[in-house]
């Protein structure tokens, strides 16, 4: 079995989903597993960040806390195969239902590579499971590592998720992200190159950006050899640094209402380049830890309302792309 990024291309042409506004992230699943629903299981492999650990800095990025997006069984203390029975448990819906298991709580390459490898085998040797997903920061990859990962994503289905979160450095300076754009550039052309598929995550709205630098955010990460996006709005969370910096400086800060940042999505994605899948347009952090905004909107209402206001304006992915 092939998961290269092509497989899914090849596979999207046999389906006839030309008339699609975008490439979502269901139609996708389904072009590389036409066989079974697949649905992803978050791991806590209990790996830590460098920008946590004093190693780049401590105290994380200014927007960060981990515990916004970790389910109730996702927890340190238990074993990666116990993770993935209550994951598979809680998620049972379907019939012959399959799983990617999903490192997600922190940097899941910051390890010695024969723990991260451990890890990794401990989730693919689940008898449910199909594939890995492993959310990492760009500057906690190296060449051994990548070498793995591309010879198992011959046989697996393997997706680095790197956290980009803007292209501009001022942005990634103050917001203590201990990174560059540069750093995912290249982390992604290399992952690319491995035959690996390959995802950014960008936050919309970050302090101090204007509407123009968030859509230049588009143009930038359409040139890198990028399978998906995951995009979702600006949102401050209790206890963070970012909190503390809107408390003093509420200037530095713009909170769009659901209709602003549907328009602004949509305005995004006619920039983004065509082929790329998009994963996800917004997140929603639990109510106890979020501050702004707040919608009222579940995802999925969030997404209706989206695909409503893109057949009212006519458009689609990549309509404004220039390569």
Known sequence: MDFKRKSFFTKRNEMNIADKRYNDYSTYLKGVFPEFKVQKISINAGFTCPNRDGKISRGGCTFCNNQTFNPEYCQPDKSIRQQLDEGVEFFKKYQGQRYLAYFQAYSNTYAPNEVLMQRYEEALSHPDVVGIVIGTRPDCIND??????????????????????????????????GHLFEASQTAIRKTAEKGISTCAHLILGLPNESREEILSHAEHISELPLTSIKLHQLQLIRGTKMATEYAEHPEWFRFYTADEYIDLAIDFIERVNPSFVIERFVSQSPQEFRILPNWGLKNYEFTAKLEKRLRERNTKQGCKYRL
């Open 144 to 177: 051994s590592l990548l070498d793995y990962l591309g010879e198992t994503a011959k046989n697996k289905y393997v997706m680095v998720e790197y956290g980009v979160e803007s292209t501009i450095d001022r942005t990634l300076q103050s917001i203590n992200r």
